[in-house]
């Protein structure tokens, strides 16, 4: 059991992402019953300042974001992962989930594409370096899509491990830049067992690395009748779900779960829920 905080705003479920209708259209009713559970807690998202995204961004990305009708949402997306994690990291939650309604891992110095705006993790622990004593950081991504825009800004950061679950295969010379090629699993018998297996046999990268924080940037487009599909169903994301709440124990850290990637409503409803009871349950 632990201190479980989920961070929200009611734009994500008007408009949001690149979605087949609305997939946050459930929300915040199909947390009705968790939210009754006295150590989870409901959190609106702030919106982040300019001055904050400036400190990750260049001055340009702020009007090409102004203009993308896709990023309405893009400062309270930012902000509810900056609130999430400075929270984490000052011990007042032990494990965090975040909604978005704009994504961030495809946005980099002074480019965005796919949805995402504002790059909300890097964001987030640049705000974090500045308030706590927290460091190191470990992002794994389990995103259909190559982080490239969170690749492009933690390149030549030696404190934060990237490791990417897309598809290609890569490591940079230092061994904090990590991908793993997991579409070639998306013709086997069994994609789920395959790519959890891809992600166990990584996980000790994350643990001899000794981050302060683990990340989960969580996208759902990898599931079988998803945009970006590797032929998953929803019980891998559970037992990925598993497998970063163990490595958090083990190293004694905070887990923030980032919402990503994926466009159904009911795939949406069908896993976010029992996320957040296996954060809440653990």
Excluded at 33 to 57: D, G, M, T, Y
Excluded at 184 to 197: K, N, R
Excluded at 242 to 251: G, K
Aim: glycine fraction near 8%.
């Amino acid at each position: 059991m632990g201190r479980i905080g989920i961070f929200y705003h009611p734009s994500f479920s008007r408009k949001s992402y690149l979605t087949v209708g609305n997939r946050l259209r459930d929300f915040p009713e199909a947390l009705e019953e968790l939210l009754q559970r006295p150590e989870i807690s409901l959190f609106e998202c702030p919106r982040a300042s300019k001055e904050l995204i400036l400190k990750v961004h260049a001055p340009e990305m702020l009007q090409g974001v102004a203009r993308d009708r896709m990023c309405s949402t893009a400062y309270e997306s930012v902000g509810g992962v900056v609130a999430a994690m400075e929270a984490l990291a000052k011990g007042e939650l032990d494990r965090a989930f975040c909604f978005i309604g704009a994504g961030g891992h495809h946005a980099g110095y002074r480019s965005f594409w796919g949805a995402c705006c504002f790059n909300d993790v890097v964001i987030a622990l640049t705000q974090v370096r500045e308030v706590t004593p927290l460091r190191r950081f470990a992002i794994v991504d389990t995103d259909a899509h190559h982080g490239d825009g969170t690749r492009q800004l933690v390149q030549h950061d030696p404190e934060v491990l990237h490791l990417c679950f897309c598809d290609e295969d890569y490591r940079s010379e230092d061994g904090t830049k990590i991908d793993v090629d997991v579409y070639q699993y998306s013709w086997h018998q069994d994609p789920d067992q395959e790519y959890l297996a891809a992600v166990q046999s990584h996980i000790p990268l994350v643990l001899d690395f000794k981050p302060e924080l683990l990340v989960w940037y969580y996208g759902f487009d990898t599931h079988k009748y998803d945009y970006g599909s590797i032929g998953l169903t929803e019980k891998a994301f559970f037992q990925i779900c598993q497998v970063m709440l163990d490595t958090a124990e083990a190293l004694k850290i905070p887990l923030q779960v980032v919402l990503g990637g994926g466009s159904l409503a009911e795939l949406a409803t069908a896993t976010i829920p029992g996320i957040i009871r296996r954060l809440a349950d653990y």
